[in-house]
């Protein structure tokens, strides 16, 4: 549903989704795409603290921001 809402430009909801899911099942990609929203959206402190915490439980994140590129081309 976030990838839903954050190509239809319906960031805060993006982020919203993307939150609850983090909370319940961290990944890296998740983490990504909420620090997206949340910088995309105006909250740049948010999003970095996503984008530290996608770094600190990524075993690759350059494959993980590749993946997150490729979710939000499509």
């Known amino acids: 549903l976030g ?3 954050q190509k239809n430009g319906n ?14 099942q961290p990944s890296d ?19 970095k603290r996503a984008y530290e915490q996608a770094r600190q439980i990524s075993p690759d994140l350059s ?5 997150v590129a490729s979710l939000l081309a499509n």
């Open 3 to 5: 990838l839903l809402a």
């Open 11 to 24: 960031l805060a909801a993006a982020a919203q989704q993307y939150a609850r899911a983090v909370s319940t």
């Open 29 to 47: 990609v998740g983490c990504l795409l909420l620090a997206q929203a949340l910088e995309k959206s105006g909250h740049a402190a948010e999003g």
């Open 63 to 67: 494959g993980a921001e590749a993946t």
